[in-house]
């Protein structure tokens, strides 16, 4: 197995200063553990973390809309691990749709079971105050890529719907069909290559609707 140039996907995560909630708190690990012995002058330390899962790059999955879908525990590992290819459309302005024929120009290069990552190139804006600028997709488009048979989505900027509404009917429609969402993601310029083989690895906690997540796309990677 002969592993390729490995590109970081995910944005750094800082507490206290993320649009959702993310806290650390630093505890000597005797103080919660007594049984745990700790030599007085040792840096022996247990963190202790309370955040929204939606913080920074995270993934989402069925039981975010639906009350009897996946949760993060339960979502195939396999669909988060494959090949991926990038859709650029980084011409579109912020508020623009991003229709089914915007879309049906990639048609021969999105396969059966690929992981379809949506570049904009406003991954630049995140924490700041233009964090949710952003096109958006049409529900033909969204119809467009469930049809393919996509095995997940993903977007370098907050989403994929349009604003201002109190229900996102693109997020229910991928959901509907068992295909997560990864809001945020970062670096897609950074890839060489319209195609790569991607990581997603969510930690499997019961009951959770969504997950920060290290994203990691492996250029060339080959068999031999």
């Not at 899962?53 to 396999?78: C, M, N, Q, R, W």
């Not at 904009?120 to 952003?134: E, I, M, Q, V």
């Not at 060489?192 to 997603?200: A, G, I, M, S």
């Amino acid at each position: 197995m002969k592993i390729g140039r490995i590109v970081d996907l995910s944005h750094k995560l800082y507490p206290g200063e993320e649009e959702y909630k993310l806290e650390v708190s630093y505890h000597f690990v005797d103080e919660l553990y007594p049984q745990y012995k700790r030599r007085p002058n040792d840096w022996y330390i247990l963190s202790e973390v309370s955040f929204i899962p939606h913080i920074g790059t995270h993934i989402e999955v069925p039981y975010h809309y639906l009350k009897e879908g996946k949760d993060i525990s339960a979502f195939p590992i396999e669909k988060l691990i494959g090949e991926a290819v990038v859709l650029d459309f980084t011409h579109k302005k912020v508020g623009e749709a991003i229709d089914k024929e915007d879309i049906e120009v990639y048609q021969n290069e999105i396969k059966k079971g690929d992981i379809v990552l949506i570049k904009t190139g406003l991954s630049k804006f995140y924490r700041t105050p233009k964090a949710h600028d952003r096109p958006y997709l049409t529900p033909g488009a969204v119809s467009w890529l469930i049809q393919k048979k996509i095995n997940c989505l993903g977007v370098d900027c907050s989403g994929i719907d349009p604003k201002g509404f109190d229900y996102q009917i693109n997020h229910e429609a991928l959901f509907k069909n068992d295909i997560p969402l990864i809001e945020y993601l970062n670096n897609l310029d950074q890839l060489r290559e319209k195609r790569t083989f991607l990581v997603v690895l969510p930690v499997p906690i019961k009951g959770l609707e969504a997950f920060p997540v290290r994203v990691i796309a492996i250029e060339g990677l080959t068999s031999r």
